[in-house]
C-alpha cells in the first residue's frame, strides 16, 4: 500500500511535468560527480515471521554520472534507532550499497531504476551459548554483530532546482539474506536432558526502504547555473496560492514517560520505536512568507501488546502555520500546528481480578478491553523546500511531534485497589517527513 501511493505520488508528478516547456533533454555535459545526505528508513522484516522493525537513520551518497542514462554509486547509512535484539538482527545497524542506476534526464528532473549489492551489519544480535553449573548445563546468550548480505533494487525520482542542486527520491525493496544460524527451540527442557538448540536454515527476507535527501554536483562543461533558465517558483503570485501533496513519515514514538526514574511504575528506558507511514497535505500561501495548512498521516504497522498507552495503527491531523522566506530556488520556515494523534487498539482497563495465594496473600490483576485513544498534539520544527519548476515543489519536515497523555491506568498487578495509575504527561516524539507537492 505504502510503495502503491509513492508510486502514484511520482506519476502524478510526471505527468505534469511532461510539457514542451520541461520534457526538453538536459545537456549532455551535466555535472559528472555527486555527493549527497539523505534521511532513511528501513522496514526490517525479521525471519521467521517475526514481525517487521522501522530502523530510521541517515546517510551520505557518492554519484558519479557516465552519461544522462547511465551512473554508478555507492551509499552508506547509518540507523541509530536499529532493531529489537533477535538471533539476526539487533542494535545499531549500519548498511552500505554499491551498484549503478539506470533510466533518463530531463531539464528538471530525472527517472531511473538502480541495483545496488551490499551488506547490512547489526551490531547487538543475540547468539545463545551453553555452560555448565556443577554438571548441570545450562544457557545464555551473548550479544555479537552479524553482517548479512543484501540487494537494494528500486526506482529513484530526482528534481533539478537548479544545474549544482538536486533533490533526490529512493524507493526500493532492500533484500536480506540471512545465514545459517542457532536458535532456541519451541519446546521445553527435560532435566538432565539436551539443552534447546537447534539451527535455524538460511532465509531471505525484503524490507521496504525510503530515503529522502539533498545533494551536490559539480564538474562537467559550461551551461550556467541554471538549465533552462531559471524556475521563478519561489513567488505566490498570478493565483498559485493553493498547494497539494502526498508525503513520507517517520514517527518516532518515545514510550517511556519523559520523567523516567521517578516513577516506580516504570524503572526501565523502552526507548522509541519509529513508525513508518504516508499521508497528504494541503495548503495556503497567504503572503510569501505566511501559509496555513493541514496535514494527515497514516501508520500501517499494528502494533501489539498490552499497553494502556499506544497500541494499534496510528494516524495523526496536524493544523496550523508556517512562516519564513522563500528565494529563488528553496524556502526555509518555522511550523506549529496544533492537532491530534489516535491509536486505533489500545488496552483499556474494565476491572480487575482477585487472586487469592496459598499464603493467604490477595492481588488483583487488570482485566482488558481494546478501543480507540485520541490524544491532543503539537508540531513545531522547520520545513525546507525546493522548487525544480513554477508548479512542482519538494519538501522535507523535521520537528518535535508532541503527545500529551491524560492520565490512564496501568498494567500492573496491585495488592490492594484501588490500583496505581500512570499520571498525565507529555512526551517528545522525533518525526520526519519527505514529500513532493503541486501549486497552483
Not at 552500505?96 to 533518463?104: N, S
Not at 531511473?112 to 547489526?122: E, L, N, Y
Not at 535455524?200 to 551551461?223: L, Y
Not at 504497522?301 to 528565494?327: C, D, E, H, I, L
Request: glycine share 12%; with cysteine.
Amino acid at each position: 500500500m505504502l510503495t502503491r501511493a509513492l508510486c502514484a505520488c511520482a506519476a502524478l508528478t510526471l505527468a505534469l511535468l511532461l510539457s514542451p516547456a520541461d520534457g526538453r533533454a538536459q545537456e549532455h555535459d551535466a555535472p559528472k560527480l555527486e555527493v549527497g545526505v539523505q534521511f532513511s528508513t528501513l522496514s526490517v522484516n525479521l525471519p521467521g515471521f517475526r514481525g517487521t522493525e522501522n530502523a530510521v537513520g541517515v546517510g551520505g551518497r557518492v554519484t558519479y554520472n557516465f552519461n544522462d542514462y547511465f551512473a554508478v554509486e555507492a551509499e552508506g547509512n547509518l540507523f541509530p534507532t536499529g532493531a529489537q535484539a533477535d538471533y539476526v538482527t539487533g542494535g545499531a545497524a549500519q548498511q552500505a550499497q554499491f551498484g549503478a542506476k539506470v533510466g533518463k534526464r530531463w531539464n528538471r528532473f530525472g527517472v531511473f531504476a538502480k541495483a545496488r549489492p551490499g551488506f547490512v551489519s547489526f551490531g547487538q544480535t543475540l547468539s545463545p551459548l551453553q555452560g555448565d553449573a556443577g554438571g548441570v548445563p545450562f544457557f545464555y546468550f551473548a550479544r555479537e554483530r552479524k553482517t548479512h548480505f543484501s540487494m537494494d533494487v528500486g526506482g529513484v525520482l530526482e528534481f533539478y532546482p537548479s544545474r549544482r542542486l538536486l533533490v533526490r527520491f529512493d524507493a526500493g525493496d532492500t533484500i536480506i539474506r540471512y545465514g545459517e544460524h542457532r536458535e532456541l527451540q519451541p519446546f521445553p527442557v527435560v532435566p538432565g536432558g539436551p539443552l534447546p538448540f537447534g539451527t535455524a536454515p538460511a532465509e531471505t527476507t525484503h524490507s521496504f526502504q525510503f530515503n529522502a535527501g539533498i545533494g551536490f554536483r559539480f564538474g562537467g562543461g559550461a551551461g550556467g547555473d541554471d538549465p533552462a533558465g531559471s524556475p521563478r517558483s519561489a513567488t505566490v503570485e498570478g493565483g498559485r496560492r493553493f498547494e497539494v501533496g502526498l508525503q513520507f513519515s517517520t514517527l518516532a514514538l518515545r514510550l517511556s514517560p519523559e520523567s523516567l526514574g521517578q516513577d516506580p511504575l516504570f524503572p526501565f528506558d523502552e526507548g522509541s520505536q519509529a513508525e513508518a507511514g504516508f499521508g497528504a497535505r494541503v495548503g495556503y500561501n497567504v503572503t510569501e512568507r505566511l501559509a496555513f495548512e493541514a496535514e494527515g498521516n497514516f501508520y500501517p504497522r499494528r502494533r501489539y501488546g498490552f499497553n494502556t498507552t499506544v497500541g494499534g495503527y496510528p494516524a495523526q491531523m496536524q493544523f496550523g502555520a508556517k512562516y519564513g522566506k522563500r528565494w529563488e530556488h528553496f524556502g526555509v520556515f518555522a511550523k506549529a500546528r496544533p492537532g491530534f494523534v489516535t491509536f486505533s487498539s489500545v488496552a483499556d482497563v474494565t476491572g480487575y481480578e482477585s487472586v487469592t495465594y496459598l499464603d493467604g496473600r490477595q492481588y488483583f490483576f487488570p482485566v482488558f478491553d481494546e478501543r480507540s485513544k485520541t490524544y491532543f498534539s503539537m508540531d513545531v520544527g522547520g520545513v525546507f523546500e525546493f522548487y525544480p519548476t513554477k508548479r512542482v515543489f519538494t519538501r522535507f519536515d523535521v520537528g518535535d511531534t508532541m503527545i500529551r497523555y491524560p492520565v490512564r491506568d496501568s498494567t500492573a498487578v496491585s495488592p490492594s485497589l484501588p490500583a496505581p495509575r500512570i499520571p498525565a504527561e507529555l512526551r517528545h516524539n522525533l518525526q520526519v517527513t519527505a514529500g513532493i507537492g503541486l501549486r497552483f
